[in-house]
T-cell receptor, first 115, second 113 residues
Framework: EAQVTQNPRYLITVTGKKLTVTCSQN?????MSWYRQDPGLGLRQIYY???????DKGDVPEGYKVSRKEKRNFPLILESPSPNQTSLYFC??????????????FGSGTRLTVV | AQSVTQLGSHVSVSEGALVLLRCNYS??????LFWYVQYPNQGLQLLLK??????LVKGINDFEAEFKKSETSFHLTKPSAHMSDAAEYFC???????????FGGGTRVLVKP
């Protein structure tokens, strides 16, 4: 089954404790992206990757890191989480051929709480 | 830069009534437009997309949307609401040559019996 898999689904952590949220897709998609969803703000892009070893900042990158060493994986790293990073996070992937005609496939989300 | 505005953060409809969710976009290039649905505690699922083949687009679960270039709109409709349509709906735009999907703020639909 074609899918984007995120782990964990739920995570409660303390301020300053480094964490990684994993994301993996099995569709051979070039493009991957991380979003955070907050009430009233919709989804905002954190980082994206056009292909292996190619990443760039989205709209709200502060406090986050990403890497793309393999095509299928795109982990999100919070080096020193803070309470304002409490949010619902989504990983997404899509084909990328220079057009915008492809929609994203989303993971099920990771609900992160930083106390 | 591209952007999306969804009019109304909450919409309440009666079961069997028309569902109308409004979406207006701005884009400097001919856009690709999408509607996604998010059921409680789930990820986003693609309902339908406009990619310039036809201005009236049909999606899953009897939803459809009409692209109106002159009004820069892509409103979502469903003739008869079901209880199972209660969810949050997001309109999104993607530029022709870019890859970023920009979302509107979302509209939460409540269906009354």
């Amino acid at each position: 089954e074609a899918q984007v898999t995120q782990n964990p689904r739920y995570l409660i952590t303390v301020t300053g404790k480094k964490l990684t949220v994993t994301c993996s897709q099995n569709m051979n998609h070039e493009y991957m992206s991380w979003y955070r969803q907050d009430p009233g703000l919709g989804l905002r892009q954190i980082y994206y990757s056009m292909n292996v070893e190619v990443t760039d900042k989205g709209d709200v990158p502060e406090g986050y890191k990403v890497s793309r060493k393999e095509k299928r994986n795109f982990p999100l790293i919070l080096e020193s989480p803070s309470p304002n990073q409490t949010s619902l996070y989504f990983c997404a992937s899509s084909l990328s051929s220079g057009t915008g005609a492809y929609g994203y496939t989303f993971g099920s989300g990771t609900r992160l709480t930083v106390v | 830069a591209q952007s999306v505005t969804q009019l109304g953060s909450h919409v309440s409809v009666s079961e069997g009534a028309l569902v109308l969710l409004r979406c207006n976009y701005s884009s400097s290039v001919p856009p690709y437009l999408f509607w996604y649905v998010q059921y409680p505690n789930q990820g986003l699922q693609l309902l339908l997309k406009y990619t310039s083949a036809a201005t009236l687009v049909k999606g899953i679960n009897d939803f459809e949307a009409e692209f109106k270039k002159s009004e820069t709109s892509f409103h979502l409709t469903k003739p008869s609401a079901h209880m199972s349509d209660a969810a949050e709906y997001f309109c999104a735009v993607r530029g022709a040559a870019g890859n970023k999907l920009t979302f509107g703020g979302g509209t939460r639909v409540l269906v009354k019996p």
